[in-house]
């Protein structure tokens, strides 16, 4: 089990850093669905706005914009999650490249950019989870058919 009441930095260490990602314009976002957790959320996310963005107010305004921006698409991906012991972690890292450094981005390209990435996820996590029961629905059907021969 998976207890999420531990530390800041523990909990930062069991982000995702590889595995699953999808890239937006202004960000990249790893997520990884864990399961056994005894947590009550279903959505844990951690933002992460370089140094290179050199001044602590403007960084800070980053991470504020983009915890509004995922407050809307919340319960969206939270239905998505249908097991009760499941939890969705995202690691969303802000690219900085030269444009991104010299101009602050605009709190509506970060909301459009955000909520492109959680649909994306949203999507991915739909497809898997009809993979899942279609595999399980061809299991049980060939199990049917071989107990009949």
Known sequence: MIDLSRSKNEKIRNTP??????EGILFQCYYKIL????SKEKIF???NVPRK????????RIKRLVRESIRFIKP?????????NQLLS???????NSFNLEHMPKYDKIKDDITSILKTINQRMKRNEQINIDFFKDVSTNNLSDTST
Do not use: C, H, M, S
Not at 35 to 38: A, G, I, K, N, V
Not at 91 to 96: L, Q
């Open 45 to 47: 996310f951690t933002i």
């Open 17 to 22: 850093r590889k595995g699953t990602n999808v």
């Open 35 to 38: 399961t056994e957790t005894t």
């Open 53 to 60: 963005v050199k001044k602590a107010v403007d960084r800070n």
């Open 76 to 84: 969206i991906l939270e239905n998505t999650i249908t097991q009760p």
């Open 90 to 96: 995202l690691y969303i890292i802000y690219k900085t």
